[in-house]
């Protein structure tokens, strides 16, 4: 998986066409100067080698100095990549956490003006781009009526103070916030609905009730248990869309993160940089893919037979 | 067929597809064109704010009046457009309260804006002054025509930029909305369609291929299905983008590449459950060739269901485009919603509350999904249900 | 005493395509006394799996049911949810198809057990574990395949554990629908040796659903005959080999006759 991705980043950024050296020096740039800064890039040798270089350094985390702003990548990921964590996994942890009780809600509520709203709500956010719909927010609540800044993760100046700092980082990631759980929690209602009700005409339930259980035990202990290793199935196939989330709300909202670093990367054709943070992305992926995976053994006792030689 | 002529979707595609072939024609000027002052409100809006006007003199008809309730325009122009310059001849405009100003003799080739030093002397005014405001110091009955002496030919053009353009109004560069919106729906339903057609095709090779050749060939596909599947669809194709072109073909390209893995998974399972039913293990016993079977049978059986799915991933292709476009990853030639949403972001709609900016490009995308969701969701009624839930994991 | 009077119902169908309904029961009576065996038998689609899934109330919502189902005098078509849960599994029990996936695939079955202990009986704790190894013990399992998940347990030990979850609560009566199918010859057997003999033992009232008429003649003592929804025949096992009431019975006696004389 992760050799994968390494040989997919290295293909992506590496092999582009047009010589990268190119977009940061000057023209007026001796060819003394162009090779010397060839050769800092490693960009003299063979391909084979430049590979294993490239692998070398990356798994070192040693992604070389940005084109761009001419400081090390590392750095500027570093200071970035609390704030595309702390965006995903809130937005991520609401939507989710609203989607499951919501989407419980609607199924044990066939019929419901909540299951319409539901079925709705999951149209959606199948077919409203996130952009116009941030878009609309930041106009209404940034522009219009001024309750949120409109860019950015912290106030110019940041107010001094832990909590003050605190309560200004909260102001400003509440409305990219809110809007990635608002754009999440439809389609995740839509999918837990659908589990659910074909989960409640399985037979156990039926003979659940026949043993006389109170309602709540055939909810959450049957019902509810049930669906969990299919919804961690699910988590894990969002997670990609998730990212790919981060860069375009990063982007709307103008916040200092790993999304919008790496489209300037792209669009500025920095090399190392777009490379080193797409690498950023996908280890993201990764590592909650493994957990989830690590989750779904725990709560699938079928799964947890079979894989019972790993974990 | 029937139940499909009582969808709702199914008249929206076509009135769309239509808009997107036939929708240039009911404009006068390309979408390109710049018709109107930047940030127009459309025409229903604001009633207080004047319209753009474009008032033409000519012989046959040398007087204009127009009603005025607004505050005065924001630019005024004139422009002869003569065979030959008239003596004796001048534009004149008359106010509500009966005074006359002379606006430009009849020259050949004339261009008066209201801003040139020139034209302002001329109605008396400091170079400070502003014309459009001694032009129109109140509301009331206007009257513009040319006065004097002596026949002329060709034409007188005025024009009062005003705040309010057009259906939709205008966007930064005073281009037309609803002219960009119907130049839009092509591209959208192009990128869409053709993105989902070549993506289909793809994954139906390749889960074919893997469903009925098994073995080392599948296991090999599969893991490249959710390789491809865990990684982050956006950043590769905004990677792509950048190094690759920005083209309308190559992004639908790049798109359809990055988009098949869906429906290899779903044919692969439909083709294991195919594979063993009798009369295919059958024509395998008589000696028909891998080939044949896949085509005159495995193809067929799984038409139906590949319609739904080809129909379900359409929304999947317009968004993406729509995102790399917003990013700013898309030709800057091609007007498409996903663009019109990016000019909104980059070029100020926020601080001049430009909100029509940002409505009829997402609402169209939105619109344009929900339809192809609601016909993917008929088809998949109509496929054959034990196909389908063979082919969901 | 569980008496089933002028039973009808019909089923309600509200499917996008469909709209109709469909009687599943007319006017069936019928009744058990505890510590009898009564048998309920008929080609499948006869309504007996309706009959016998309405006597605890799980027939689907919207279903349109008539008659009276008394428990000991009480109806129970008359019951809240909350006033039948109180009945349920502590009154009437039930055991489940074979082929059904009855129990919660991600709980172990001693789970399933220790739940109606503690929800009807109030046991929890050491007193509960040793109530689910006699229970075990009792349907003739083994008590270490208490923690167990469904999936891991054959179909016969699936059947045992569902009769041991039924006991769970001491219940007068017993539903069974068709305990025995999906089961081989010899646990077939061992599975009914079983019923019999709690029958017999703790004085259960036992309603057996089958479509196999030898299995359940041999087991009851009182047979009734569903066809079409309508009741046709009624009888001790005896009555109707020589003497059916109903052409349809005929029929099905001779067949198996038939089958006999041939083996």
């Not at chain 1, 909650?288 to 894989?307: C, F």
Request: with cysteine; glycine share 10%.
């Amino acid at each position: 998986m992760l050799a994968a991705v390494l040989v997919l980043n290295f293909l992506l950024f590496r092999m582009m066409p047009g010589d990268p050296v190119a977009s940061i020096i000057d023209p007026n740039f001796s060819p003394e100067a162009k090779a010397a800064l060839s050769r800092m890039y490693g960009l003299d040798k063979s391909l084979p080698v430049q590979f294993l270089l490239y692998v070398k350094s990356t798994l070192t985390f040693d992604f070389g100095i940005s084109f761009l702003t001419g400081r090390p990548v590392l750095d500027e990921l570093r200071s970035r990549l609390p704030n595309t964590v702390f965006l995903l996994g809130t937005s991520l942890l609401i939507s989710s956490f609203l989607g499951t009780w919501l989407g419980m809600a609607a199924a044990l509520r066939r019929g419901s003006l909540l299951e319409k709203g539901v079925l709705w709500s999951g149209a959606v956010s199948f077919s409203f781009p996130s952009f116009f719909v941030q878009l609309l927010l930041l106009m209404a609540f940034a522009s219009a009526l001024p309750l949120f800044p409109l860019r950015g993760t912290l106030s110019v100046p940041p107010p001094p103070g832990g909590w003050a700092l605190a309560g200004d980082y909260l102001w400003h990631m509440a409305l990219p916030v809110f809007s990635l759980s608002l754009l999440g929690f439809g389609g995740w209602a839509l999918y837990v609905r659908n589990l659910m009700v074909k989960i409640l005409g399985e037979d156990f339930i039926l003979l659940a009730r026949a043993r006389g259980l109170p309602r709540k035990n055939i909810v959450w202990r049957h019902a509810f248990r049930t669906l969990l290793p299919p919804l961690l199935t699910i988590f894990l196939l969002s997670l990609p869309g998730i990212v790919s989330g981060a860069v375009i709300t990063e982007t709307v909202f103008s916040l200092h993160g790993v999304g919008r670093f790496l489209l300037e990367a792209v669009t500025g054709h920095d090399y190392p940089a777009a490379g080193a943070s797409f690498f950023l992305l996908a280890l993201l992926t990764i590592g909650a893919n493994l957990l989830s995976d690590l989750l779904y053994g725990i709560t699938d006792p079928r799964v947890r037979l079979d894989r019972g030689g790993r974990g | 067929m029937s139940a499909l002529l009582k969808r709702w979707s199914f008249w929206s595609l076509l009135a769309l597809v239509f808009i997107a072939i036939f929708g240039n024609r009911f404009f006068a000027a390309p979408p390109e064109a710049e018709v109107a002052a930047s940030f127009s409100k459309p025409l229903w809006l604001d009633r207080s704010l004047p319209p753009t006007r474009e008032i033409t003199l000519t012989p046959e008809e040398p007087s204009v009046t127009l009603e005025w309730a607004y505050p005065p325009p924001a630019a005024f122009s004139l422009r002869t457009d003569l065979p030959e310059s008239a003596a004796g001849l001048s534009v004149v405009w008359r106010r509500p309260d009966g005074s006359e100003l002379t606006l430009a003799p009849l020259k050949k080739g004339l261009e008066v804006d209201g801003r040139d030093m020139a034209f302002k002397r001329a109605l008396g005014l400091t170079p400070f002054g502003d014309a459009a405001g001694a032009l129109f110091p109140g509301s009331g009955r206007y009257e513009v025509s040319v006065k004097g002496e002596g026949p002329w030919k060709g034409s007188v053009k005025i024009r009062l930029e005003g705040g309010r353009w057009g259906l939709l109004g205008t966007d930064q560069r005073g281009r037309d909305i609803a002219a960009l919106f119907v130049a839009g729906v092509r591209v959208s339903l192009l990128v869409g369609i053709f993105a989902t057609l070549i993506a289909t095709f793809l994954g139906t090779s390749v889960g074919l291929l893997a469903g009925y050749a098994g073995g080392w060939t599948d296991s090999l596909l599969m893991r490249l299905v959710d390789l491809l599947l865990s990684i982050p669809l956006l950043p590769v194709l905004m990677a792509l983008a950048a190094f690759w072109g920005k083209g309308l073909w190559q992004l639908i390209l790049i798109l359809s590449v990055f988009s098949w893995m869906g429906t290899a998974r779903t044919i692969r399972a439909l083709t294991l459950t195919l594979r063993d039913v009798p009369y295919i293990e059958g024509l395998r016993g008589l000696g028909a060739p891998s080939g044949y079977i896949l085509r005159r049978h495995l193809l067929p059986e799984t038409l139906p269901v590949l319609l739904a799915t080809m129909t379900l991933g359409v929304p999947g292709a317009i968004l993406s485009e729509a995102g790399l476009s917003f990013l700013g990853l898309s030709d800057p030639r091609v007007i498409s919603w996903g663009r019109m949403l990016h000019e909104a972001q980059s070029f100020g709609a926020f601080t001049s509350g430009a909100w029509w900016m940002l409505l009829p490009p997402g609402l169209g995308i939105a619109f344009l999904c929900l339809i192809f969701l609601d016909l993917g969701k008929f088809l998949e009624e109509r496929a054959d249900p034990r196909l389908l839930s063979g082919g969901k994991p | 005493m569980i008496s089933v009077e002028k039973l009808s119902i019909t089923y309600k169908r509200q499917s996008a395509r469909e709209r109709g309904s469909v009687k599943a029961l007319r006017e069936v009576s019928l009744s058990v006394e505890k510590g009898q065996i009564a048998a309920l038998a008929g080609e499948s689609g006869s309504g007996k799996s309706s009959l016998l899934m309405a006597i605890p109330g799980l027939l689907p919502p919207g279903t349109e049911v008539t008659g009276r189902i008394l428990l000991d005098g009480t109806d129970l078509l008359t019951l809240s949810e909350e006033e039948l849960n109180r009945l349920r599994w502590r009154k009437i029990a039930l055991i489940p198809q074979g082929a059904m996936n009855s129990f919660t695939p991600v709980l172990t079955v001693g789970r399933h057990v220790e739940e109606v202990l503690s929800v009807h009986l109030g046991l929890t704790g050491r007193a509960a574990a040793e109530r689910i190894d006699s229970l075990f013990t009792l349907a003739g399992l083994e008590g270490t395949l208490a923690g167990r998940y469904p999936h891991e347990l054959s179909g016969g030990q699936k059947q045992r554990a569902a009769i041991a979850l039924a006991l769970a609560c001491d219940p007068d009566y017993l539903l069974c629908d068709e305990p025995t199918t999906a089961l081989d010859v010899i646990t077939q057997k061992g599975v009914m040796d079983t019923l019999k003999r709690l029958a017999e033992e703790k004085g259960l009232g036992l309603l057996l659903v089958s479509h196999d008429l030898p299995l359940a003649a041999s087991v009851a003592s009182r047979i009734f005959i569903l066809k079409d929804g309508l009741l046709v025949e009624e009888g001790t096992p005896r009555d109707l080999i020589t003497n059916p009431q109903s052409v349809h019975t005929a029929a099905l006696v001779n067949a198996l006759l038939e089958l006999e004389e041939e083996s």
